[in-house]
């Protein structure tokens, strides 16, 4: 039925590496939890985000049913800083949560502030418990297993502390900011390890903050603290592709820089074109399908155009820019998967 070389997991693995390929991976590396595929599957938010089953189901149904090459578990980003303490609202069927209460309020909280334990905190043992149960699941067609963990810059600035007190500390107390991101690197490497022991072969080291600095702060707040979390993720055994999100046009060229990372996730609001231009082969790239005005709102025609363009413009990974929306249609979807069936023998790692 089909002439594929590799299995899905080897061909993601390789396309991270960027070693040759039998075509491109089309691999779920951003959220893949839809409100079609929660009617199909009978798993739906915010059960389905809370419970280790409902995580399983719905992420099984990415693959079994759009034919995502891949697993990946949970749908929101605040796992972490839900598990420091903070608290989420809004939780519905149709959207992912949202903070209410950050769970570092104050400079003594800063202090106090020690890494949630993955086996005790939040929903970390839920996401933990669903990674055990996908290795199982994904052991006869070879799926990749993702999960994501913050970044620390993102960490901090999405995930612990509120945005005005944030900036304020870097306006007025810039130390204190480094004594957080410290602290910020050690969460994230400690929840990789427990999810990496679970299972899972690939982290998500979500970037998505950045778009919000110039690149002169980036450099100081953010890039030296990605490049110690990453080469240590990296250490553990695990491949790391580091999410970029929102406009990073300004910032692109560098994260190639990022010690320890395989490949970035390119936001949808850079030119893939440009960005293999600036990026040359320092590092894979993935994406860049509009999750928005094409995957939500566009037509299949659409994403096959876009799917086309991406690989021609030298992404080693067929996926969209950041998570799918939640009201994606199935069909664009499964178009996606198709266009990366189609045209995945003309991408750039496309040699076996
Ligand atoms: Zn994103």
């Known amino acids: 039925m089909t002439d594929d070389k590799m299995t899905p997991k080897e061909r993601f693995h390789a396309a991270l590496k960027q070693e040759p390929v039998d075509r491109i991976p089309i691999t779920g590396i951003t959220q893949t939890g839809t409100v079609d595929l929660m009617d199909a599957c009978g798993a739906a938010w915010p059960e389905a985000n809370q419970k280790a089953e409902g995580m399983v189901t719905l992420a099984w149904a990415a693959h079994e049913i759009a034919g995502i090459e891949s697993v990946r578990v949970p749908f929101d980003v605040y796992i972490e800083g839900e598990a420091a303490g903070g608290e989420l609202y809004k939780w519905k069927k149709t959207n992912q949560p949202m903070m209410k209460k950050y769970a570092i309020q104050s400079k003594e909280d800063v202090d106090k502030y020690e890494p949630p334990d993955p086996k005790r905190d939040g929903r970390m043992p839920e996401v933990l418990k669903a990674i055990e149960m996908l290795v199982e699941k994904c052991k006869k067609e070879d799926l990749p297993i993702i999960s994501p963990v913050f970044a620390p810059f993102s960490l901090i600035s999405l995930s612990l502390v509120d945005m005005m007190n944030l900036m304020m500390w870097l306006k007025t107390d810039i130390d204190l900011y480094h004594k957080l991101a410290k602290k910020a690197v050690e969460t994230g490497v400690i929840y990789a390890e427990a999810l990496l022991d679970a299972g899972v072969d690939t982290i998500f080291y979500n970037g998505g903050a950045d778009g919000t600095v110039k690149l002169d702060d980036w450099l100081n707040i953010s890039q030296p603290y990605s490049s110690e979390g990453a080469t240590k993720i990296r250490e553990l055994g695990a491949y790391v592709v580091y999410h970029s999100c929102a406009d990073v046009k300004h910032l692109i060229a560098d994260m190639a820089d990022i010690k320890g990372i395989h490949c970035i996730s390119v936001s949808q609001e850079v030119d893939m074109k440009e960005t293999r231009e600036l990026v040359g082969e320092k590092v894979a790239l993935a994406g860049n399908v509009d999750p928005t005005y094409t995957l939500v ?56």
């Open 297 to 352: 709102k566009g037509t299949p025609e659409k994403v096959r155009e876009e799917v086309k363009y991406d690989i021609e413009s030298g992404t080693d990974v067929c996926c969209p820019g950041c998570g799918y929306g939640p009201n994606t249609p199935l069909e664009n979807m499964k178009a996606l998967v198709a266009a990366g069936h189609e045209f995945g023998k003309m991408a750039r790692l496309a040699k076996l």
